[in-house]
């Protein structure tokens, strides 16, 4: 939760879901307003290109363009969700949007990706060499930003591993593409999702600048950075606020890159995270080793899918009062895995009782399959 975000009511939450039925999720598009302008309020340098992949609804796309966001894709189904919004601009205006609002983040891409995306010129991250053969043969049109590797300490999901070239192969790898004809325009990073560790983002940012350096000696002018997502939502009281980070950004920012440099960033769950809110209904109900175990009607395979792919765990909530003791909670499928929670305070909750989860709108509903023949929740959108 940002500091002056405003939870939606209890009584809201009970209307909707009775209104709807349940699992429900509920999007708050006020939630969003309000984090997208706290992230542009206080990294006034920063273009902020949301991370589709954190919840491609395309009312919450829709919500974030019309307040004027940029956008960070990664497959060719996501640019597609975004174009959606711009489709029906006049050609120059929608080709000046791509190249100015639109960053395809994903360091490998399908070469049916590259050969689709290639008319738009876009601009296309890449960090090995393989890609920039692909990127010349089937996209050459497009505008180059080279990842680099950086600490990804205490994230709670790490990237480091996968993605990012190391820094001391960087200005050879610029040097590679631009032999091969194409046009590398700068650099990014990503410190890793849910980024507590605001070293990280200084480390990164000193890193970047270093290879700049480099690069402009070799004769390499770069002119963006790029630096990536991980911004983090304040799930429990610890994270420190948003605010911090920012002014330690902006400090390394405005010391360590000329003020002409353009930079981009990629939040996803800082723009959405905190704007969604879950209600399921406790479909079952048994005693095992001594414990209350509530069966509700989503679970990991569902909305509670985060706890799995993002290592987010959700506090369960219940509107029901009363004592409280340790429970577990698992979701509907015939699986164990799908156990939401072995130790949740919950009070002695009935059949048809309503729980919730707050702060779970990313990386929840978009990743919530249909295994078992249940379906994902059902979607409603506040404040829209
Ligand atoms: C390339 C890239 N950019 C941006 C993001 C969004 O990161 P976050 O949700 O931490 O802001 C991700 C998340 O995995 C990513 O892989």
Not at 18 to 28: A, C, E, Q, S, Y
Request: charged share 25%.
């Amino acid at each position: 939760m940002t500091t002056k975000q405003v939870r939606i009511k209890a009584t809201l939450l009970k209307e909707l879901a009775r209104k709807h039925g349940t699992p429900l999720f509920i999007v708050d598009h006020a939630a969003i307003r309000s984090n997208f302008t706290e992230f542009t309020r206080r990294l006034p340098r920063v273009q902020a290109y949301y991370a589709v992949k954190a919840n491609p609804d395309p009312a919450v796309l829709r919500t974030l363009y019309d307040i004027g966001s940029s956008f960070d894709v990664a497959s060719i189904a996501e640019f597609n969700l975004v174009y959606k919004n711009i489709g029906r601009l006049p050609a120059k205006e929608r080709q000046s949007y791509i190249w100015d609002k639109i960053v395809y983040s994903n360091p490998i891409k399908d070469r049916r990706t590259l050969q689709e995306l290639d008319r738009y010129k876009p601009l296309v991250v890449f960090d090995n060499s393989e890609e920039i053969a692909k990127i010349r043969r089937h996209a050459p049109q497009a505008g180059l930003v080279l990842r680099i590797r950086v600490p990804n300490t205490g994230s709670m999901v790490e990237l480091s591993s996968k993605f990012g070239a190391s820094p001391g192969e960087a200005v050879d790898l610029i040097a590679e593409a631009q032999d091969a004809g194409l046009t590398v325009e700068g650099l990014g990073f990503h410190v890793g999702s849910q980024c507590t560790n605001f070293e990280n983002y200084v480390q990164a940012v000193a890193t970047s600048a270093s290879i700049m350096e480099e690069a402009e000696t070799r004769g390499f002018h770069l002119r963006l950075l790029d630096i990536g997502g991980g911004f983090p939502v304040r799930y429990d009281p610890h994270v420190r606020p948003f605010r911090e980070l920012a002014k330690i950004l902006n400090k390394e920012l405005d010391r360590l890159l000329p003020k002409n440099m353009e930079i981009l960033a990629e939040p996803g769950r800082f723009m959405v995270g905190s704007a969604a809110t879950l209600v399921a209904e406790v479909i079952g109900k048994s005693r095992r080793d001594g414990k209350n175990c509530y069966y509700i009607n989503d679970g990991i395979y569902h909305t509670y899918s985060g706890i799995l792919f993002d290592h987010c765990q959700y506090p369960i909530k219940a509107f029901r009062k009363g004592s409280r003791s340790i429970s577990a909670v698992f979701g509907p499928t015939c699986d164990a895995l799908d156990t939401i929670s072995q130790a949740e305070e919950l009070p002695e909750l009935k059949l048809g009782d309503l729980v919730y989860s707050e702060n779970i709108g990313a990386y929840s509903h978009a990743s919530s399959t249909h295994f078992n023949g249940f379906p994902p929740a059902k979607v409603v959108h506040v404040n829209q």
